[in-house]
Structures are given as C-alpha cells and as structure tokens.
C-alpha cells in the first residue's frame, strides 16, 4: 500500500510539474495575465471548455494559440463569421467514385471540429443554428451528421473567445450553450508594468519558440487524477449551499432575492468540485481547500447566474451576487 502511495506521489509531482514548464513556455509570448492563464490550465485538467471574454488586443487568440503550440496536440481555428454554416464546422458528405468499379458513394469529409484544441475565434459572431453546431461535440464529444455517430479524439477543448464591446452584427450565446462552458473567463487589462513590457517585446525583431513540454496521453492522466482526488462531504455541502441560494425563488439571501432572475444548475456545483480539484492538483496538493472553491466560484457561476433588468440598470453583475454568497455562507 506505501509503494502504491509512493509511486502516486511520484506520477503526481511528475505531471504537475509538467503544468509548471507549461506555465513558463505560455509566460515566454504571454506578458502578465496570470489569473486568466491559471483557469485556462484549470480548464484542461478538469476536462471541460471555456469562454473567454476581453476587449479587443488583450491577446485572447495568441493566448489560446501558444497554449496549444506548448501541448503535443492537434489544434484548429475557426473564425466565426455571420455567413458560416454548420458543415464549416462538423464536415460534410462529398460525392466520390471508386474507380476501379466506376461505382458512385457519398464519404464523410470530416471538418475542423475534429481536433484535440479547437479556437472558436468571436463565437458572438455567428448565427444560433452554426453556434447550436458545437452542443454536441461540447457534452458528449463525438458528431452526429447524417444519421451516423463520430467519436471525436480525447482530450478535447473547445476554448471561444468573445467581444463585450461589440453589439452590431452579433448574436448572444443562449444561456443553455454558456452553461455548456465550464468557465466563464474574463480577462483585464495589463498594469502598466506589463503594458509597458508588452510594447517592448511585441515591437522587436526578436522571435520566441515556444516548445512542446506536455503530451495529450499526460494530459488525460492528469484529467483521472484531478477525478480522484479527495473532497470533504463538508466542502461538498458548502458547494451544494453556495448553488442553491443562487435560486431566487428557494434563496433566504436577500442580495440575491432582490438582484437575481434566475439560479444556477446542478451543473453549476459539478463545476466547481471539478476545477476546484484541478486547481488544487496544478499547485500539487491532494486535497481540495475552502479556498479553492471560493477561487472558482466565480468563472463558474458567472454565466449560471443570471440578474434581473433592476440589477443591470443597476450595474450589478453575477460576480457581485457570488462575492456576497461567498461573504455569508460557511463551511
């Protein structure tokens, strides 16, 4: 049983530190942005997707882009347009002939989505029924077309960015595909020590090679590992309290009776219990902490939480109705 803990302990500080050189290789095109890096990677470990949202050159897309070039995997990017169609994405049937019989058969053409990382560039771009194109491929990871079912490979991240500032010619996600993301990142501007090293760096000559440090097969490992680690039934109780008093018509808080329309979902708490340990085992700890849910809690019920008309007239937003749960339920 020691050599078996052992070995666990030895395969844990192994991956994790892998995470560590994941980090720098990032850091190295990257200036600053710790925070937004931090729940990207906890993103990968817990297995889901995430949505990034930040004006214009805040570097959402070289992000993304040096991320996957600093993972041994296959990566695609779609740019979202008004005029792209669900075959963009997914693939299409094409006419082809055996020529040796001259016989005529339809064979799937397979599309972008069939990738290990997927950039959904300006996803707020395209129409619903192209967005609608994702759902499948987000819960269940595979592709329906034609009435036969493809497996997509594992692992599988669909990373969207999004405008906040843009309204012309955008379409909104649906509330139920944001829930599909596991989170809901937002990114800030730089302080002015980075702003001033990111002038400096992106204007010079000079070229930065980003290395592949961590392999898909690692990465699939880590997600297993992130599963089993350790949650107190405490901490699974506190998660379960901070979800339902999210709900305005069950809630007893009265910030959220007065601000809030409608609560998050159950999936909201599997959310939180997931990248909770994955934020956990990236800073390589085997057991989940008050902390790490109270550091979660907000890309995760930032899209789940949805306020009234009264609350952004107000300009009260999600993140202020977790910041006051957090403030008044205990463990």
């Known amino acids: 049983m020691n050599t078996e803990l052992s070995n666990l302990e030895k ?51 070289l992000m993304i882009r040096t991320l996957s070039d600093a993972i041994d995997l296959k990566f695609r990017r779609i740019q979202f347009t008004p005029d792209l169609m669900p075959s963009d994405i997914i693939g299409t049937e094409i006419l082809e002939e055996d020529h040796s019989t001259g016989k005529k058969f339809f064979e799937f053409n397979k599309g972008p989505i069939f990738s290990n990382i997927i950039l959904a560039d300006e996803i707020n771009r395209t129409p619903p029924k192209t967005q609608a194109a994702l759902l499948e491929a987000m819960q269940e990871f595979e592709v329906t077309f034609s009435g036969k079912t493809y497996k997509l490979d594992k692992p599988f991240f669909i990373l969207a960015t999004q405008n906040p500032i843009e309204q012309s010619g955008t379409f909104p996600l649906p509330e139920a595909q944001q829930d599909r993301f596991l989170l809901y990142i937002k990114i800030g501007y730089p302080t002015e ?22 392999s898909g097969e690692e990465i699939v490992r880590l997600q297993q590992l992130v599963r ?67 550091a979660v809690a907000y890309p995760v ?27 008044n339920i205990a463990v």
Do not use: C
């Open 228 to 294: 089993e680690l350790p949650i107190s039934d405490d901490l699974i109780s506190y998660v379960s309290k901070i979800v339902r008093a999210t709900r305005p018509e069950t809630s007893t808080n009265n910030f959220v009776k007065e601000w809030v329309s409608w609560g998050a979902g159950p999936r909201a708490g599997q959310a939180m219990i997931l990248t909770a340990k994955a934020r956990a085992l990236s800073q390589k700890r085997l057991a989940v902490t008050k902390e790490d849910i109270d």
């Open 11 to 61: 395969e844990v500080d192994s991956l994790t530190t892998k995470i560590e050189l994941l980090k720098k290789e990032i850091g190295k095109i990257i200036i600053g942005q710790e925070e937004t890096i931090e729940q990207l990677l906890i993103t990968f470990l817990a297995g889901g997707h995430a949505l990034l949202e930040g004006v214009p050159g805040l570097a959402k897309t």
């Open 301 to 327: 019920l930032r899209h789940r939480v949805i306020v009234n008309f009264k609350a952004e007239a107000a300009r009260i937003t999600s993140d202020e109705v977790t910041k006051d749960l957090l403030k």
């Open 193 to 214: 020590q980075e702003e001033a090293s990111i002038l400096k760096s992106t204007t010079s000559s000079v070229k930065t090679k980003v290395n592949s440090v961590i």
